[in-house]
């Protein structure tokens, strides 16, 4: 299994641009979601999606759109990329959302300029 | 009160010391718990879920406090390599229930 995998690895965009941050997973999981890290901001949920055709707003929503039209691929597309959304973007999936293990991709650096 | 707090240190232990570290969390109908671990410029993994009576893995401890609203994370004999930042985790009663994940607490093993 190669478990969640996240492309790309590193993206420049400039202001205005738009994106999308692809994320398939190969666990048959339920439930993904997408993350944005900042330094001293911790963790902070984006989007999530509870199963293919369902997904719903996390904690900051407001710039991306997500869907999920199979179990596993979960892209998250930047409608127009602002230099606020610099930050690192993890993708992670579980078996469902509550009660197991969140597995992790290794990460999109994105930059906007 | 937020929804999930940790002290988010550094906490700059010498190696061999035991370090311990809290996590609070406000929603009384949280059902699971879980600590993971990120390195620098790495996607955090789970270390370990926290189960009601309290669980150990090798040198590490989680327990659970219900009442007071709060897990942590006991690290005897610290490594060098324990160096990390740690996340808990709390997650609701329902399926469709975000998971919160706390800002973390950085650790630093000092040689």
């Known amino acids: 299994n190669a478990g969640v995998t996240q492309t790309p690895k590193f993206q420049v965009l400039k202001t205005g641009q738009s994106m999308t941050l692809q994320c398939a997973q190969d666990?048959?999981?339920?439930?993904m979601s997408w993350y944005r890290q900042d330094p001293g901001m911790g963790l902070r949920l984006i989007h999530y999606?509870?199963?293919?055709?369902?997904?719903d707003q996390g904690e900051v929503p407001n710039g991306y759109n997500v869907s999920r039209s199979t179990t596993e691929d979960f892209p998250l597309r930047l409608l127009s990329a602002a230099p606020s959304q610099t930050s690192v973007y993890f993708c992670?999936?579980?078996?469902?959302?509550?009660?197991?293990?969140?597995?992790f991709g290794p990460g999109t650096r994105l930059t906007v300029t | 009160r937020k929804e999930v707090e940790q002290d988010p240190g550094p906490f700059n232990v010498p190696e061999g010391a035991t370090v311990a570290f809290n996590c609070t969390y406000s929603?009384?109908?949280?059902?699971?718990f879980f600590w993971y671990r990120q390195d620098c410029r790495k996607e955090p993994k789970l270390l370990m879920s926290?189960?009601?009576s309290g669980n150990e893995d090798g040198r590490f401890t989680a327990q659970l406090n219900r009442a007071s609203q709060y897990i942590s994370l006991l690290i005897r004999d610290s490594k060098l390599s324990d160096s990390a930042t740690y996340l808990c985790?709390?997650?609701?009663?329902?399926?469709?229930?975000?998971?919160?994940f706390g800002k973390g607490t950085r650790l630093h093993i000092l040689p």
């Open positions: 985790v709390v997650n609701g009663r329902d399926r469709d229930d975000k998971i919160i």
């Open positions: 926290v189960y009601s």
């Open positions: 999606s509870v199963g293919a055709g369902i997904t």
């Open positions: 666990m048959n999981h339920e439930y």
């Open positions: 929603n009384s109908a949280s059902q699971s």
């Open positions: 992670a999936s579980s078996l469902t959302g509550q009660l197991y293990e969140q597995y």
